[in-house]
């Protein structure tokens, strides 16, 4: 299934939710929309659903237009699977009848699978590491395993796109991380397109094919997960998912000297067009060798956070606090004077991701 959403705009009274967002999404792929909280993502999600009616602007399912201002085609009869993030179980039925529910319900669902619902459910059920779970109740699962309820209810009826709203947000770290895998795991056998909305950087470079990085009710930038991270197009961008602090400083063509030490000069031959415009370049906290020799942009630690393999600085030079991610190799110690050098990035690099 292809889904082109084509100019849609969505205004709640004088507030405009969505601003004019295009986007086309290729059959069996996994789009991550990634943004904070109020920037559009779940009313894009919404109306890709058919929850909600565009302002302005279309969705188009496989060449069939499902919304416009004119007219919306109800969930219901839109060959898609959900999960929410509170899950949205029903407390009266065990796991076997949510899986069957759409399968004895939901208007896509193959006639032959129609007909033999409670093996396909059981199929599904194991599919999801649930199948000696078919008679429990909701209220006796975990969070994880209400989880995998709600996906194994999503994908049942073998759904052509599968929507995802923040699915994981309620789940502790460790079971986050599982969840990750799983869904996947699940994507790669069952080749449905996933549009899956999230907060959370990690998990959109984790899972995504695409990414789709949202400010404002706009798009800012759509691309991979290694060009979104590596080759950030406006500084928005390069602080959200990269973390990166943005120096200020010269250009002359392709070389940046910043301003904190004009003798220094980097490659600058992949930086988008916004930095140069701005007299500005980006620079991730892993991209940054700190040490104690006396060449660089001099500065002083501040803070100094353990996470095990690595140690994360921050370091001030003038009144600019720096991020700053080392290895356990060499330590530096709250108040002691450091030198930044920035580490050179590899050439060709971005043809090979591309």
Not at 34 to 59: D, N, Y
Not at 280 to 295: C, F, G, I, L, T
Not at 299 to 311: M, S, T
Request: with cysteine; net charge positive; charged share 25%.
């Amino acid at each position: 299934m292809t889904t082109e959403i084509i100019g849609l705009r969505k205004s709640f009274g004088s507030f405009e939710a969505l601003r004019s967002i295009s986007l086309s999404i290729k059959r069996g792929e996994f789009i991550a929309i990634l943004g904070p909280s109020g920037c559009g993502k779940t009313t894009l999600l919404r109306l890709i659903a058919g929850f909600k009616q565009p302002t302005a602007g279309e969705i188009l399912i496989d060449g069939v237009r499902v919304s416009a201002k004119e007219t919306v085609i109800p969930p219901e009869r839109r060959n898609i699977g959900m999960v929410f993030q509170s899950f949205a179980l029903w407390p009266h039925l065990n796991v076997q009848e949510h899986v069957e529910f759409p399968l004895r319900h939901h208007p896509y669902t193959p006639a032959a699978m129609k007909k033999r619902y409670k093996e396909r459910a059981q199929e599904v059920l194991k599919l999801v590491g649930l199948g000696h779970l078919a008679k429990r109740m909701p209220n006796e699962l975990s969070g994880g395993q209400k989880q995998r309820v709600a996906l194994a209810r999503a994908l049942a009826h073998q759904p052509a796109l599968l929507l995802m709203d923040e699915p994981l947000s309620s789940l502790d770290a460790e079971l986050r991380e599982d969840m990750r895998k799983e869904i996947q795991s699940l994507h790669h056998l069952t080749k449905s397109s996933i549009i899956y909305v999230t907060h959370d950087q990690a998990e959109a470079l984790a899972m995504a094919d695409r990414i789709v990085i949202m400010k404002d009710g706009q798009i800012e930038q759509v691309g991979t997960p290694e060009e979104i991270f590596l080759y950030p197009e406006t500084r928005y961008v390069a602080g959200f998912v990269g973390k990166a602090t943005i120096m200020s400083g010269t250009w002359e063509g392709d070389t940046f000297r910043p301003s904190a030490a004009p003798a220094i000069h980097w490659d600058g031959v992949d930086v988008a067009d916004e930095f140069k415009q701005y007299g500005s370049y980006p620079v991730r906290p892993d991209e940054w060798v700190m040490s104690r020799e006396q060449k660089g942009i001099e500065a002083k630690v501040v803070n100094a956070l353990y996470q095990g393999r690595e140690i994360h600085y921050a370091v001030k030079v003038g009144d600019q606090t720096i991020n700053v991610i080392r290895p356990m190799t060499v330590r530096y110690a709250i108040g002691e004077k450091v030198c930044l050098q920035k580490q050179e990035r590899a050439k060709q690099q971005k043809e090979q991701v591309v």
